[in-house]
């Protein structure tokens, strides 16, 4: 099992920034890659943005493409999420996620970090 920490949610203006940090313990050797997920009040959590450890590829939901950056730091297994120009629809709490393998869901979460954006 993965544990994962998130950390760095908070109170931005629209239009400012936040920089999200997941930091991974226990199995990391067992994560394929790790990725950032968010549920708003009332809504499905939706994906945001996902990186594969052995490749370096990266994936974005089209909704923060050009907005987000996700990044990762193999050695410490942690990974960030840059998040800018944040708008009040990007409001909701934030979870990190590891997956083990290529076609297997995210089955290890952390508790979720808030972001709230104020117009």
């Known amino acids: 099992q993965v544990q994962l920490v998130e950390s760095g949610g908070g109170l931005v203006q629209a239009g400012g920034s936040l920089r999200l940090s997941c930091a991974a313990s226990g199995r990391t050797f067992s994560s394929f890659a790790m990725g950032w997920f968010r549920q708003a009040p009332g809504k499905e959590r939706e994906f945001v943005a996902a990186i594969a450890w052995s490749s370096g590829s990266l994936y974005y939901a089209d909704s923060v493409k050009g907005r987000f950056t996700i990044s990762g730091d193999n050695a410490k297994f942690t990974v960030y999420l840059q998040m800018n120009s944040l708008k009040p629809g990007d409001t909701a709490v934030y979870y990190c996620?590891?997956?083990?393998?290529?076609?297997?869901?995210?089955?290890?979460w952390g508790q979720g970090t808030q972001v709230t954006v104020s117009s």
């Open positions: 996620a590891s997956k083990a393998h290529q076609t297997a869901a995210f089955g290890s």
